[in-house]
Nanobody
Framework: QVQLVESGGGLVQPGGSLRLSCAASGIISSIYTTGWYRQAPGKERELAAVITSGGSTNYAASVKGRFDISRENLKNTVYLQMNSLKPEDTAVYYC??????????????WGQGTQVTVSS
């Protein structure tokens, strides 16, 4: 069984920073594209930032220059450093990963979500 476990969410003032972490556990062969999506109240889930196994990154236009995604392959972990946070960054952040299990197919996995609230 593969699981994605997120940590690092919370309440922060505008202009502040948070770092999200997501660790994948289970019998994993490979992790391909991984990253973070977010869903604000009343809105659809949207991409925040993703990173491929080769290290290429893709950011939402609204977070470019403020967020930095990275991964630590030996730990099966992806990080999202969020700086200069704005109230409009308030959302539930979901970890995402394309994972191949040992002797299995590639499929998408999602974390349970972590709340990020930016407010004074």
């Amino acid at each position: 069984q593969v699981q994605l476990v997120e940590s690092g969410g919370g309440l922060v003032q505008p202009g502040g920073s948070l770092r999200l972490s997501c660790a994948a556990s289970g019998i994993i062969s490979s992790i391909y594209t991984t990253g973070w999506y977010r869903q604000a109240p009343g809105k659809e889930r949207e991409l925040a930032a993703v990173i491929t196994s080769g290290g290429s990154t893709n950011y939402a236009a609204s977070v470019k220059g403020r967020f930095d995604i990275s991964r630590e392959n030996l730990k099966n972990t992806v990080y999202l450093q969020m700086n200069s946070l704005k109230p409009e960054d308030t959302a539930v952040y979901y970890c995402y990963a394309q994972i191949r299990r040992v002797l299995g197919n590639v499929r998408d996995y999602w974390g349970q979500g972590t709340q990020v609230t930016v407010s004074s």
